[in-house]
């Protein structure tokens, strides 16, 4: 245990108070921070020009209605002639013009854009979604209906249904859309990290063998230490990171990025965040029933077990897999080598990615539950799983399953690198990490 | 005496060559013990095999008599060939790892690397990259590491290579001084000029086999051709003249001082003594000396096949 905590450390040191480490850990939030305010500063700073349109509007009852906006300008010319604005168009820098034909109530398609350079989608958006409202209202007002907009608007209604655990004294209100979410959000962080830090864990035991160091510890630290140590290590590694970014985007949004943005967009933000928005979004078509769920989940002591059980899962998923990296690392000489292996491992993560989908439409169908208790699916899967609330003996289970295989995985590393050591210079074939196995 | 390590019967097949065939070797404590042998010879892979790193295909080695475990091996003070530090890491804490990694606590480690670091005049390293030292540097790191929990058995796989003379001679002072403290010291090497210095026992390995084990003054003297060296007074054919006991293999006259050096061969069966005396009567003797092989000379003859 005390060589564990050696090779913990040395390991930790390694990496933390490298360069590269401390770059990159302090700079990724930054990047983060940029590419989201990107956007909207590139719409601020950068945009187009307002686009004018000729319109010639034989039906006079759409010129009129048309309206500009930012982007594009109207100019309705009575009575035009669309040879003679064509050629005027040509002359000026304008965008081009609209033809609208008489009849553009009974026949929709008799309307025509001519561009005096390419057109877009947005225009051509902008302006059919124009035209449909104003001939759409056109022929409902053709049919003498009083009121209607209002009848309509009545008749419309968005059902959220409360789901409640039968048989809880607290009723625990769930909505199985928000915490899937939750889920994918996580099972995508544990994803990212393991692709990063598994490869990690792969190349630090490489490196061991290149440098020739492990002559002089394998006749002084069990394999197994050895294999724990760095794979916690890495662990260790990747937590400090994960909290640094964490803190740094904490620190970021709330000084950096109200610096950089311009003041009238950081007030409709900061309205949205404060919640005043919320019946305008419901009045706009926003999901309601993902705001309800949202404030469900708001509930502290709900979100508390659920977090940790969720670090619980992605911790030994992490710790799994980067075991796993760890055996393949311990049984090749080269990181070349290790590429055609690396390719299984990554499997059941996909696999488990897509068990996570089916998740949303039955969190206890017999297959879903198969993979939340295999070992290799189960951290991903469970992240989907447990904030729709199921038996607690199943996680349990899971859980302990999920550490054991950690354990062995670590064990089997230990002996594949103790054994595969003297193999310098030779590629392993399957046959041969069988044969091992059996030492 | 008894033997810290026994080695029966050793056999360790590598795809496409056998490494070592049929090997024994008995090592008793308290010495220095050599093993030799060309490149390629399997001393590096017998060194393996005795800590437990190779697995043998057949044979079996024993620690102070009884078969040898894991909880042995870290008892076992090993020096590879294959010097390997962790390149990124500062000499002083490196040491520390390794140090504490093999039991010691950190106060006595410091203490002890501290006192190795002086004896070997190599204080300023301390905050040294590894990646910074030449190769020599870090072997000598390397040495100080593998020694520094007092280990009862050490194992140094050639330890010399890659050291000047005085670093070599340095090492071998600190190998004889860990003898006298107690340990046992099995290193291999084809340096042989250390072997004759150093070495109470050898096993000279070739081809897989042990060709030659033993105490290197038995191995030295049972190996000598009867060849002896002889001093007298008068000139070089006073006594080539009058003996035909002896054939005189080379003999130089030295005019200023009268006297002449000889080298002669005595038949395997011919009584020494009576040689002396037959010598002894022609000419005024002044000395008669056995010339006792060099362990080169035992080594390249066993190599080649020559040996009796």
């Not at chain 1, 940790?308 to 080598?337: K, N, P, R, T, W």
């Not at chain 1, 297959?367 to 991903?380: A, E, R």
């Not at chain 1, 230990?414 to 196995?437: A, D, S």
Request: net charge negative.
């Amino acid at each position: 245990m005390k060589n564990i905590g050696l090779i913990i450390v040395r390991e930790f040191k390694e990496r933390v108070y490298k360069k590269s480490f401390i770059i990159t850990t302090l700079l990724m939030p930054l990047l983060l921070a940029l590419i989201s305010v990107a956007p909207t500063l590139i719409m601020i700073y950068a945009k187009g020009d307002t686009k004018q349109i000729s319109v010639i509007d034989n039906s006079g009852i759409v010129a009129e209605r048309l309206q500009s906006d930012e982007d594009i300008k109207f100019v309705t010319i009575p009575d035009g002639d669309l040879q003679a604005e064509l050629k005027k168009s040509l002359e000026t820098d304008d965008f081009g013009v609209l033809y609208i034909g008489e009849d553009i109530v009974t026949n929709p398609n008799n309307i025509q854009l001519y561009t005096n350079s390419s057109s877009s989608m947005l225009i051509e958006d902008t302006i059919t979604d124009q035209v449909e409202e104003i001939v759409e209202a056109e022929r409902l007002k053709a049919r003498n209906i009083e009121d209607l907009k209002q009848i309509l608007e009545q008749i419309e209604v968005d059902i959220t249904l409360s789901t409640f655990r039968n048989g809880e004294e607290q009723s625990t209100a769930s909505s199985s859309a928000a915490s899937s979410l939750v889920g994918i959000i996580l099972g995508f962080v544990l994803y990212f990290f393991l692709v990063i830090y598994g490869s990690v864990v792969m190349q630090s035991i490489i490196e061991e063998k290149n440098s020739r160091i492990l002559e002089v510890l394998v006749s002084t630290v069990r394999p197994f230490d050895m294999m724990m140590g760095k794979i916690l290590g890495v662990a260790a590694v990747a937590a400090t990171q994960i909290i640094v970014w964490g803190v740094l985007i904490v620190v970021m949004s709330a000084l950096v990025v109200p610096a950089i943005m311009p003041d009238d967009i950081l007030a409709s933000v900061e309205a949205v965040q404060a919640g005043a928005d919320i019946s305008a979004m419901a009045a706009s078509g926003v999901d309601t029933g993902m705001v309800t769920a949202m404030a469900s989940i708001m509930d502290t002591a709900y979100i508390a077990k659920i977090v940790v059980l969720l670090l619980v899962f992605m911790i030994g998923g992490f710790l799994l897999y980067a075991a796993m990296y760890a055996a393949i690392g311990a049984s090749v000489d080269e990181a070349q080598d290790a590429q055609q292996l690396t390719t299984p491992v990554t499997i059941p993560i996909i696999f488990a990615f897509i068990i996570l989908t089916m998740v949303m439409n039955d969190p206890n169908s017999p297959l879903v539950v198969w993979c939340s208790m295999i070992p290799f699916t189960s951290p991903i899967v469970m992240m989907g799983r447990i904030p729709s609330g199921i038996p607690t003996w199943e996680i349990v289970l899971s859980i302990v399953l999920l550490y054991a295989t950690f354990i062995v995985m670590v064990w089997l590393a230990g002996k594949i690198y103790r054994v595969g050591i003297f193999m310098h210079g030779k590629k392993p074939t399957f046959k041969e990490l069988y044969k091992w196995l059996k030492y | 005496m008894s033997n810290i390590i026994t080695a029966q019967h050793i056999t360790k097949r590598f795809t496409g060559h056998t490494a070592l065939d049929d090997v024994s070797v008995e090592i008793p404590a308290g010495s220095v013990y050599g093993l030799l042998g060309p490149n390629g010879a399997g001393k590096t892979t017998l060194i393996r095999v005795i800590n437990r790193i190779t697995i043998p295909d057949e044979g079996q080695v024993f620690f102070e008599n009884r078969p040898i475990t894991q909880q042995d091996i870290y008892r076992i003070g090993y020096l590879p060939e294959e010097r390997g530090l962790y390149k990124k890491m500062k000499v002083g804490e490196q040491a520390l790892f390794l140090a504490r990694l093999k039991g010691l606590s950190r106060h006595e480690a410091l203490v002890r690397l501290k006192q190795w670091f002086i004896r070997f005049g190599i204080e300023d390293w301390w905050n040294k990259k590894v990646e910074d030292l030449s190769k020599g540097m870090a072997q000598k790191i390397q040495f100080i590491v593998t020694v520094l929990h007092t280990p009862k058995l050490l194992i140094f796989d050639e330890p010399f290579s890659g050291f000047d003379p005085i670093n070599a001679n340095l090492l071998k002072e600190e190998i004889l001084r860990l003898r006298d403290e107690g340990a046992t010291v099995i290193f291999s090497t084809h340096n042989m000029s250390s072997v004759e210095e150093i070495c109470d026992h050898i096993t000279l390995i070739n081809k897989s086999k042990n060709i030659l084990s033993g105490r290197v003054d038995d191995i030295r003297r049972s190996h000598g051709n009867n060849i002896f060296a002889v001093n007298y007074r008068g000139e070089a054919d006073a006594f080539t003249s009058v003996t035909e006991c002896c054939d005189v293999l080379e003999s130089e006259y030295d005019k200023f001082s009268g006297m002449t050096s000889a080298k002669i061969h005595i038949n395997q069966d011919d009584d020494v003594r009576s040689v002396i005396s037959a010598i002894n009567e022609q000419v005024e003797l002044r000395s008669f000396t056995e010339i006792i092989p060099s362990m080169n000379d035992i080594f390249i003859r066993a190599v080649n096949g020559n040996l009796k």
